[in-house]
């Protein structure tokens, strides 16, 4: 059986530059990028899936986001990943190819562990755990230093803890503290999900993954 694996790690861990340089290593494994996914070729679902998109990421960063209800961010993010699979991992799963996607829930959650609210913490695990699995997991182990310089002058205030502190700030400090803290999370929270999780440095690249997916790829 294909496994569906996932790249997972801070912001600036490096997850979509791996990917894609896997995608480019092997014609074997279906590398899904969730910010620039192939067409399904439906257009309705298409549509759908890049309103979704457009709505949970590509919203303007002068909009706070973060103001709204942390409830509402939850169940858009269900929704969407739900979608995302049904229309991309699955479809390729039945053509018995392993897929790799550039994160899953992962970061999210563990970002919502730090928000202090435990109603919203026990709600997230609820929600998310009901979403398909991934069968393997690979954490890129960057630091947060280094997710620091990739990110520079390109970072989100959501990812310097905008949704935690209720404030726009993009400075070093504030993103490096933040990626700090959500990596502590983040590890912590995939140390108890089954599926067996495999670890690279921030600068793991295509021959550092294919051996991982030797099983099933002959690259």
Known sequence: ???????????????????????????QVTALHKDHPPRTGY?????????????????????????YP????????????TLFHHAY????LDRDRPVVVD????????????????????????VFS??????????LTTPAEVATTRRAGTSKPSEHGAFTTKRATTSSATFADYQTRTVRAL??????HPAPMHTLPSTADETDLLPLLHGEVNA
Not at 70 to 81: D, K
Not at 187 to 192: A, G
């Open 70 to 81: 942390a409830h509402y961010w939850l169940h858009s993010l269900m929704a969407w990943y």
């Open 1 to 27: 059986m294909p496994e569906f694996w996932t790249i997972e790690g801070i912001d600036g861990a490096g997850k979509s530059h791996l990917l894609s340089r896997l995608a480019t290593a092997t014609s």
């Open 43 to 67: 257009p309705w679902l298409d549509r759908r899936l890049s309103l979704m998109h457009e709505l949970t990421w590509g919203y303007d960063h002068a909009e706070p986001v973060w103001d």
């Open 187 to 192: 590890e912590e929270l995939l140390s108890t």
């Open 130 to 139: 009901a979403l398909p699995q991934p069968d393997r997991i690979v954490l």
């Open 103 to 126: 994160g899953w829930y992962f970061k999210h959650q563990a970002r919502m562990t730090l928000s202090g609210d435990e109603r919203l913490v026990s709600q997230a695990e609820d």
């Open 89 to 92: 991992v699955a479809p390729a």
